[in-house]
Protein backbone atom coordinates (compact mmCIF):
# COMPACT_ATOMS: atom_id res chain seq x y z
CA UNK A 1 0.00 0.00 0.00
CA UNK A 2 1.32 3.90 -0.17
CA UNK A 3 -0.11 6.90 1.69
CA UNK A 4 0.60 10.21 2.08
CA UNK A 5 2.82 11.20 5.10
CA UNK A 6 5.80 14.19 5.24
CA UNK A 7 9.64 13.69 5.07
CA UNK A 8 12.27 14.10 7.08
CA UNK A 9 13.08 17.54 4.87
CA UNK A 10 8.91 18.27 5.72
CA UNK A 11 8.23 17.93 1.86
CA UNK A 12 4.83 15.71 1.03
CA UNK A 13 5.65 12.16 0.44
CA UNK A 14 4.39 8.94 -0.28
CA UNK A 15 5.46 6.21 1.63
CA UNK A 16 4.65 2.16 1.35
CA UNK A 17 4.56 -0.50 3.34
CA UNK A 18 2.39 -4.06 3.41
CA UNK A 19 -1.41 -4.52 5.39
CA UNK A 20 -1.70 -7.91 6.79
CA UNK A 21 -5.38 -8.91 7.59
CA UNK A 22 -6.53 -11.73 9.86
CA UNK A 23 -8.75 -14.22 8.42
CA UNK A 24 -11.23 -14.14 11.50
CA UNK A 25 -14.27 -11.69 11.01
CA UNK A 26 -13.42 -8.41 12.58
CA UNK A 27 -15.14 -7.25 15.72
CA UNK A 28 -18.18 -4.83 15.55
CA UNK A 29 -15.06 -2.20 16.36
CA UNK A 30 -12.80 -3.07 13.58
CA UNK A 31 -9.82 -5.79 14.05
CA UNK A 32 -7.32 -3.89 16.66
CA UNK A 33 -3.98 -2.75 14.79
CA UNK A 34 -0.10 -3.13 15.43
CA UNK A 35 2.26 -1.52 13.96
CA UNK A 36 5.43 -3.32 13.24
CA UNK A 37 8.68 -1.74 12.17
CA UNK A 38 11.55 -3.73 10.86
CA UNK A 39 15.22 -3.73 11.37
CA UNK A 40 17.80 -2.49 9.06
CA UNK A 41 17.36 -3.49 5.63
CA UNK A 42 19.86 -0.59 3.92
CA UNK A 43 18.75 2.61 2.71
CA UNK A 44 18.04 1.99 -0.98
CA UNK A 45 14.52 1.55 -2.42
CA UNK A 46 15.60 -2.50 -3.22
CA UNK A 47 15.91 -2.86 0.24
CA UNK A 48 11.85 -2.09 1.21
CA UNK A 49 10.26 -4.91 2.68
CA UNK A 50 6.90 -4.18 0.95
CA UNK A 51 8.44 -5.36 -2.80
CA UNK A 52 10.92 -8.48 -1.98
CA UNK A 53 10.48 -12.26 -2.26
CA UNK A 54 12.37 -14.76 -0.74
CA UNK A 55 15.70 -15.28 -2.26
CA UNK A 56 16.09 -11.16 -2.30
CA UNK A 57 19.72 -10.64 -0.73
CA UNK A 58 17.71 -9.30 2.84
CA UNK A 59 15.22 -11.77 3.37
CA UNK A 60 16.57 -12.89 6.21
CA UNK A 61 16.37 -8.95 7.45
CA UNK A 62 12.92 -8.60 6.12
CA UNK A 63 11.22 -11.31 7.37
CA UNK A 64 12.47 -11.19 10.91
CA UNK A 65 8.98 -10.28 12.09
CA UNK A 66 6.91 -13.17 10.44
CA UNK A 67 7.06 -15.23 13.84
CA UNK A 68 5.46 -11.93 15.70
CA UNK A 69 3.33 -11.03 12.88
CA UNK A 70 1.85 -14.31 12.23
CA UNK A 71 1.03 -15.01 16.02
CA UNK A 72 -1.02 -11.99 15.79
CA UNK A 73 -2.97 -12.40 12.88
CA UNK A 74 -4.06 -15.59 14.31
CA UNK A 75 -5.16 -13.79 17.49
CA UNK A 76 -7.45 -11.48 15.33
CA UNK A 77 -4.97 -8.65 15.14
CA UNK A 78 -3.68 -6.59 11.92
CA UNK A 79 -0.42 -6.02 11.13
CA UNK A 80 0.93 -2.77 9.18
CA UNK A 81 4.35 -2.96 8.40
CA UNK A 82 6.16 0.67 6.77
CA UNK A 83 8.84 0.43 4.42
CA UNK A 84 10.13 4.02 5.85
CA UNK A 85 11.18 6.84 4.35
CA UNK A 86 13.64 6.67 0.97
CA UNK A 87 13.09 2.54 1.03
CA UNK A 88 10.19 1.98 -1.72
CA UNK A 89 9.80 5.93 -1.66
CA UNK A 90 12.21 8.86 -3.33
CA UNK A 91 14.24 10.43 -0.98
CA UNK A 92 17.31 9.79 1.89
CA UNK A 93 16.65 7.16 4.38
CA UNK A 94 16.77 8.83 7.62
CA UNK A 95 18.34 5.37 9.64
CA UNK A 96 17.95 5.29 13.06
CA UNK A 97 16.34 9.38 13.18
CA UNK A 98 13.58 9.01 15.75
CA UNK A 99 11.08 11.88 14.39
CA UNK A 100 10.77 10.22 10.47
CA UNK A 101 11.12 7.13 11.38
CA UNK A 102 8.27 7.47 14.02
CA UNK A 103 6.33 9.48 10.91
CA UNK A 104 6.51 6.67 8.84
CA UNK A 105 4.45 4.58 11.70
CA UNK A 106 2.08 6.86 12.72
CA UNK A 107 0.71 7.82 9.36
CA UNK A 108 0.36 4.91 8.10
CA UNK A 109 -1.70 4.34 11.35
CA UNK A 110 -4.10 7.49 10.44
CA UNK A 111 -4.18 6.39 6.82
CA UNK A 112 -5.28 2.44 7.99
CA UNK A 113 -9.33 2.97 6.77
CA UNK A 114 -7.91 3.97 3.09
CA UNK A 115 -6.22 0.50 3.02
CA UNK A 116 -9.86 -1.18 4.83
CA UNK A 117 -12.54 0.30 6.70
CA UNK A 118 -12.68 -2.83 9.20
CA UNK A 119 -9.15 -1.35 10.68
CA UNK A 120 -10.42 -0.20 14.37
CA UNK A 121 -8.98 2.79 16.65
CA UNK A 122 -7.34 0.07 19.30
CA UNK A 123 -3.61 0.27 18.41
CA UNK A 124 -0.03 -0.67 19.71
CA UNK A 125 3.50 0.29 18.46
CA UNK A 126 5.94 -2.45 17.70
CA UNK A 127 9.48 -3.28 16.22
CA UNK A 128 12.31 -4.79 16.17
CA UNK A 129 16.08 -2.96 16.15
CA UNK A 130 15.81 0.23 14.21
CA UNK A 131 11.94 -0.54 13.86
CA UNK A 132 12.27 -0.13 18.00
CA UNK A 133 13.37 3.37 17.72
CA UNK A 134 10.46 3.99 15.07
CA UNK A 135 8.15 2.61 17.66
CA UNK A 136 9.46 4.05 20.71
CA UNK A 137 9.48 7.28 19.14
CA UNK A 138 5.73 6.93 18.55
CA UNK A 139 5.35 6.80 22.09
CA UNK A 140 7.58 10.43 22.89
CA UNK A 141 5.84 13.24 25.19
CA UNK A 142 4.20 15.45 23.16
CA UNK A 143 4.23 13.96 20.08
CA UNK A 144 0.62 13.88 18.39
CA UNK A 145 -0.48 10.69 17.39
CA UNK A 146 -3.69 9.54 15.33
CA UNK A 147 -4.81 7.47 18.08
CA UNK A 148 -4.57 6.88 21.72
CA UNK A 149 -1.43 4.33 21.95
CA UNK A 150 -2.20 1.26 24.26
CA UNK A 151 1.29 0.17 24.55
CA UNK A 152 4.90 -0.45 22.72
CA UNK A 153 6.77 -3.48 22.37
CA UNK A 154 10.49 -2.67 21.51
CA UNK A 155 12.64 -5.75 20.32
CA UNK A 156 16.38 -5.62 20.95
CA UNK A 157 16.60 -1.53 20.91
CA UNK A 158 19.31 -0.43 19.93
CA UNK A 159 20.72 2.49 22.20
CA UNK A 160 23.77 4.32 22.57
CA UNK A 161 25.41 3.92 19.19
CA UNK A 162 27.90 6.56 19.08
CA UNK A 163 29.62 4.56 21.83
CA UNK A 164 29.04 1.45 19.61
CA UNK A 165 30.24 2.84 17.08
CA UNK A 166 33.25 4.78 18.47
CA UNK A 167 34.89 1.92 19.84
CA UNK A 168 34.55 0.35 16.69
CA UNK A 169 34.78 3.01 14.13
CA UNK A 170 38.87 3.11 15.13
CA UNK A 171 39.64 -0.61 13.53
CA UNK A 172 42.19 -0.55 10.72
CA UNK A 173 41.54 -3.91 8.95
CA UNK A 174 37.83 -5.69 8.46
CA UNK A 175 37.78 -8.27 11.09
CA UNK A 176 35.65 -11.93 10.03
CA UNK A 177 32.25 -11.65 9.11
CA UNK A 178 32.06 -8.22 10.28
CA UNK A 179 31.87 -6.04 7.10
CA UNK A 180 28.69 -5.45 7.90
CA UNK A 181 30.56 -2.35 10.51
CA UNK A 182 31.29 -0.62 7.83
CA UNK A 183 28.41 -0.57 5.71
CA UNK A 184 26.60 0.34 8.73
CA UNK A 185 28.48 3.00 9.98
CA UNK A 186 28.04 4.53 6.06
CA UNK A 187 23.83 4.37 6.84
CA UNK A 188 24.33 5.97 9.91
CA UNK A 189 26.21 8.92 8.13
CA UNK A 190 24.07 9.08 5.42
CA UNK A 191 21.22 9.15 7.57
CA UNK A 192 22.44 11.94 9.79
CA UNK A 193 22.66 14.41 6.66
CA UNK A 194 18.66 14.32 6.94
CA UNK A 195 19.09 15.85 10.34
CA UNK A 196 22.00 17.70 10.69
CA UNK A 197 23.40 20.12 8.28
CA UNK A 198 26.75 19.93 9.70
CA UNK A 199 26.83 16.09 8.69
CA UNK A 200 25.82 16.92 5.09
CA UNK A 201 28.26 19.55 4.96
CA UNK A 202 31.34 17.27 5.94
CA UNK A 203 30.33 14.76 4.04
CA UNK A 204 30.48 16.90 1.00
CA UNK A 205 33.66 18.39 2.34
CA UNK A 206 36.74 16.25 3.06
CA UNK A 207 34.95 13.98 5.56
CA UNK A 208 35.20 11.17 4.11
CA UNK A 209 38.02 9.71 2.87
CA UNK A 210 38.52 9.18 -1.19
CA UNK A 211 37.97 5.74 -1.09
CA UNK A 212 34.29 6.22 0.95
CA UNK A 213 33.46 9.09 -1.57
CA UNK A 214 34.22 6.36 -4.63
CA UNK A 215 31.81 4.04 -2.34
CA UNK A 216 28.81 6.44 -1.65
CA UNK A 217 26.91 5.91 -4.57
CA UNK A 218 26.33 2.29 -3.28
CA UNK A 219 23.88 3.84 -0.83
CA UNK A 220 21.26 4.41 -3.37
CA UNK A 221 22.18 1.02 -5.08
CA UNK A 222 22.58 -1.48 -2.56
CA UNK A 223 21.01 -3.05 0.55
CA UNK A 224 22.71 -3.82 3.91
CA UNK A 225 23.68 -7.18 2.67
CA UNK A 226 25.01 -6.08 -0.51
CA UNK A 227 26.89 -3.29 1.01
CA UNK A 228 28.83 -5.87 3.32
CA UNK A 229 30.38 -7.08 0.37
CA UNK A 230 34.14 -6.98 -0.14
CA UNK A 231 33.26 -4.93 -3.22
CA UNK A 232 31.83 -2.04 -1.53
CA UNK A 233 31.83 -1.17 2.47
CA UNK A 234 32.22 -4.51 3.81
CA UNK A 235 35.89 -3.78 1.79
CA UNK A 236 36.52 -0.85 3.58
CA UNK A 237 37.55 -0.88 7.63
CA UNK A 238 35.80 1.96 9.77
CA UNK A 239 39.36 3.50 10.35
CA UNK A 240 39.50 4.20 6.29
CA UNK A 241 35.87 5.92 6.30
CA UNK A 242 37.30 9.30 7.74
CA UNK A 243 38.76 11.82 5.75
CA UNK A 244 40.65 14.77 7.04
CA UNK A 245 38.11 16.22 8.59
CA UNK A 246 36.78 12.99 9.93
CA UNK A 247 37.38 13.72 13.26
CA UNK A 248 34.88 16.74 12.65
CA UNK A 249 32.37 14.56 11.13
CA UNK A 250 32.12 11.22 13.39
CA UNK A 251 31.74 14.27 16.40
CA UNK A 252 28.69 15.83 14.09
CA UNK A 253 27.52 12.03 14.13
CA UNK A 254 27.57 11.41 17.38
CA UNK A 255 25.74 14.77 18.19
CA UNK A 256 23.10 13.31 16.02
CA UNK A 257 22.71 10.10 17.42
CA UNK A 258 22.47 11.25 20.91
CA UNK A 259 19.54 14.13 20.13
CA UNK A 260 18.67 10.33 18.77
CA UNK A 261 19.06 8.06 21.74
CA UNK A 262 15.76 6.11 22.86
CA UNK A 263 16.92 6.00 26.71
CA UNK A 264 16.71 9.67 26.63
CA UNK A 265 13.07 9.34 25.88
CA UNK A 266 10.28 10.80 27.85
CA UNK A 267 7.63 8.72 26.69
CA UNK A 268 3.87 9.60 26.89
CA UNK A 269 1.98 7.38 30.15
CA UNK A 270 2.21 4.02 28.18
CA UNK A 271 2.79 0.44 28.97
CA UNK A 272 6.09 -0.27 27.49
CA UNK A 273 7.67 -3.59 26.61
CA UNK A 274 11.55 -4.15 25.78
CA UNK A 275 12.30 -7.93 24.54
CA UNK A 276 16.22 -7.87 24.49
CA UNK A 277 19.50 -10.78 24.09
CA UNK A 278 21.69 -11.70 26.44
CA UNK A 279 24.32 -11.86 23.83
CA UNK A 280 23.49 -8.85 21.33
CA UNK A 281 26.07 -7.92 19.42
CA UNK A 282 24.37 -4.83 17.86
CA UNK A 283 22.47 -3.78 21.30
CA UNK A 284 25.09 -5.16 24.01
CA UNK A 285 22.99 -6.14 27.37
CA UNK A 286 25.20 -3.76 29.94
CA UNK A 287 23.62 -0.93 27.56
CA UNK A 288 20.16 -2.17 27.25
CA UNK A 289 19.95 -2.81 30.91
CA UNK A 290 20.99 1.09 31.50
CA UNK A 291 18.05 1.63 29.17
CA UNK A 292 15.55 -0.32 31.11
CA UNK A 293 16.98 1.60 34.29
CA UNK A 294 16.42 4.87 32.98
CA UNK A 295 12.96 3.96 31.54
CA UNK A 296 12.45 2.52 35.40
CA UNK A 297 13.57 6.00 37.12
CA UNK A 298 11.07 7.75 34.89
CA UNK A 299 8.13 6.46 35.84
CA UNK A 300 7.97 3.92 32.65
CA UNK A 301 5.15 0.91 33.39
CA UNK A 302 7.99 -1.68 31.81
CA UNK A 303 8.11 -5.34 31.18
CA UNK A 304 11.01 -6.91 30.35
CA UNK A 305 12.19 -10.07 29.11
CA UNK A 306 15.96 -11.76 28.56
CA UNK A 307 16.60 -14.60 25.73
CA UNK A 308 19.44 -16.70 25.27
CA UNK A 309 20.16 -15.02 21.98
CA UNK A 310 21.69 -12.73 20.04
CA UNK A 311 20.34 -9.52 17.98
CA UNK A 312 18.08 -10.84 15.07
CA UNK A 313 17.87 -14.37 17.26
CA UNK A 314 15.44 -12.98 19.41
CA UNK A 315 12.61 -12.81 17.41
CA UNK A 316 12.99 -16.40 16.08
CA UNK A 317 9.67 -18.29 16.48
CA UNK A 318 10.88 -19.94 19.95
CA UNK A 319 11.66 -16.40 21.66
CA UNK A 320 10.06 -13.27 21.97
CA UNK A 321 7.00 -13.51 19.70
CA UNK A 322 4.54 -16.00 21.74
CA UNK A 323 5.41 -14.09 24.81
CA UNK A 324 5.32 -10.57 23.02
CA UNK A 325 2.29 -11.67 20.97
CA UNK A 326 0.76 -12.26 24.67
CA UNK A 327 1.35 -9.40 26.04
CA UNK A 328 -0.01 -6.83 23.03
CA UNK A 329 -3.36 -8.69 22.96
CA UNK A 330 -3.22 -7.92 26.62
CA UNK A 331 -2.61 -4.11 25.77
CA UNK A 332 -5.18 -4.46 23.30
CA UNK A 333 -7.76 -5.68 25.31
CA UNK A 334 -7.87 -3.17 28.11
Keep these: MSYPSTSASGAPVRLTGLVHLPHSPPPADGWPVVSYGHMTTGGAASGAPSTAAPGHPEWRRISQGDALCERLLARGVAVLRPDYEGLGSPGVHP ?15 AARRDFDPRLGDRWVSAGHSEGSVAALFTARSGRTRPLPLRGVAAFTPVTRMDLTIGATRRLPVVLPACGILSALIALMIRGATTASARVAELVGGGGLSTRAE ?8 RCASDLAQPDSFGGLPPAAIGGRHGGELFGALFEVMRANEVRDLHLAPVPVRIDAGWFDEVAPAPLTRRLMSAYRTRGVDLTTCWWPSHHSGTMQARHAPSAAADWIVARLAE
Excluded at 95 to 109: E, F, K, Q, R
Excluded at 214 to 221: F, K, N, Q, T
Aim: hydrophobic content about 50%; proline content about 9%.
Design 95 to 109: YLIGDPLATSVLDMV
Design 214 to 221: ALWPHLDE
